[in-house]
């Protein structure tokens, strides 16, 4: 039996290191992108709001249409997880369902053509993945769950209480990574500043950084995910202090009004959020990334206005913003004050218009700056232009830059990191010229 695999990682960076593991339980199979050809297809979707449970439906459904008459088709991951009950019933293009709790048994549910969703949620712990996207970069995912209980969240549904990895047990996934070369690494979570909080250690980012700071080979490293109120201000001296940690910051505040983020059950006030905020931006060449929700229910026009005069003025170097989505289970969904669904989209737009000037300055203020950055490969714009991305920046998300010419003789290697000079703009892509290996 040929055994051709076409897999499909929808949702965040936690997902696809899920998806990971299973492609590593199936190594023996060949990969391929065109579904109509595979002999199995696995989707593992994310279950998190409206858009995203939409996506992953349409993504299996239309994976049915065009798949060959004796392949498996699995639905696996958060959606499969929170709907298991209903999808197993009205799905019947599945073959295969699982949620959370199977990835590392994969192989054994698709030769039992068995549908399974065990207890325990998985958290990798040793197993080898397929690491993909990337030659040098690698996620690493440190725990699993979260304890907050933020009022528009179903994630602590489906993914359960905190759930964090052993320092070494991490430490050894990096040691094996670099062994194979990889030297960047994002450390991602639900929420990774509560890292280690439920094994009674506080900060166990600060035991993290100093563990990794320890591993020849590692280059370069950042943590995504900081929950404001689980974030100290000596966690935040030390990724300051750190060689290795950039002063990268990705901490999703929501929103700035004392109001709504008490209603969002988020923790922590405007006033300590910004005392956090102002701190990051104080360090060098710092890099703060946010994340906003608009629109929920009880927000009236004057809390908006206030977050939207607060984004204006403190200049994110990248924030995203989502529009409620009213979501079963969570606190919000029996709220009373829902706005309409056309007032939502009115100020997601909105701010997200306030949230791309923040960016545009934030990258204009690069030009000029000699920086590093790691060449990716040929940018899929144009054969000339190289495709490339400051080392501080996480991949996929906060963006990418041409790299159209160079002050050195040597033929450019992918993957290592140089020196340049950013020299202008072309929409939302820096240019910049080579100078030199960093
Ligand atoms: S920190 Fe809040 S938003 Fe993030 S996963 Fe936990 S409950 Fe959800």
């Known amino acids: 039996m040929s055994n051709k695999l076409h897999i499909v990682s929808l949702g965040c960076n936690k997902n696809l290191v899920d998806t990971e593991v299973m492609l590593g339980r199936l190594k023996e199979y060949e990969m391929t992108d065109d579904s109509s050809e595979a002999d199995v297809i696995i989707v593992n979707t994310c279950g998190f709001i409206d858009a995203a449970k939409e996506e992953s439906i349409n993504t299996v459904l239309n994976l049915h249409d065009g ?60 197993e080898e993945r397929v690491v993909t996207g990337s030659t040098y970069h690698a996620y690493i995912k440190i725990s699993e769950g979260c304890n907050q209980t933020c009022s528009f969240c179903a994630i602590p549904s489906f993914k359960g209480k905190l759930n964090s990895r052993d320092l070494d047990s ?11 070369g990889y030297y960047d690494f994002s450390f991602i979570s639900q929420d990774s500043s509560s890292f280690l909080r439920d094994q009674n250690v506080k900060d166990g980012l600060i035991h993290l950084i100093k563990r990794i700071e320890l591993i020849d080979g590692v280059k370069s490293a950042r943590i995504l995910y900081l929950y404001p109120s689980t974030t100290s201000m000596k966690l935040l001296q030390e990724i300051a202090k750190s060689k290795l940690f950039h002063n990268y910051f990705d901490m999703p505040i929501q929103h700035i009004n004392d109001d709504m983020l008490r209603m969002m059950k988020r923790g922590f006030g405007k006033e300590k959020t910004l005392e956090q905020l102002n701190y990051m931006r104080s360090l060098p060449n710092s890099f703060v990334r946010t994340t906003f929700i608009v629109g929920h229910p009880g927000e009236t026009q004057e809390m908006f206005d206030e977050l939207c005069d607060f984004v204006k003025a403190f200049g994110f170097d990248r924030a995203n913003v989502f529009g409620y989505s009213d979501e079963e289970g969570t606190p919000a969904y029996t709220a009373e ?9 009115e100020r997601a737009e909105i701010l997200g218009e306030i949230c791309k000037g923040s960016e545009m300055a934030s990258l204009q203020a690069e030009i000029g700056k000699e920086i590093e950055l790691v060449i990716d490969g040929e940018s899929d714009e144009h054969e000339f232009l190289l495709s490339a991305r400051k080392t501080i920046w996480a991949p996929e998300i906060d963006g990418e830059i041409y790299v159209n010419d160079k002050s050195i003789d040597e033929e450019f290697e992918f993957g290592v990191i140089y020196k340049a000079k950013v020299t202008d703009i072309v929409g939302t892509i820096l240019t910049a010229t080579v100078t030199g290996r960093a």
């Open 67 to 126: 798949r060959k008459d004796d392949s498996m088709l699995v639905m696996a991951g958060c959606m499969s997880e929170r709907y298991s009950e209903e999808l197993s019933k009205e799905l019947t293009e599945v073959d295969i369902f699982t949620g959370v709790g199977d990835y590392a048994n994969i192989d054994k549910l698709l030769a039992e053509r068995e549908s399974r969703f065990s207890e325990q949620v998985y958290l990798i712990d040793g």
């Open 170 to 180: 991490i430490a050894k996934e990096v040691e094996s990574l670099v062994a194979k």
């Open 337 to 345: 004050e829902k706005l309409s669904q056309e007032l939502i989209d």
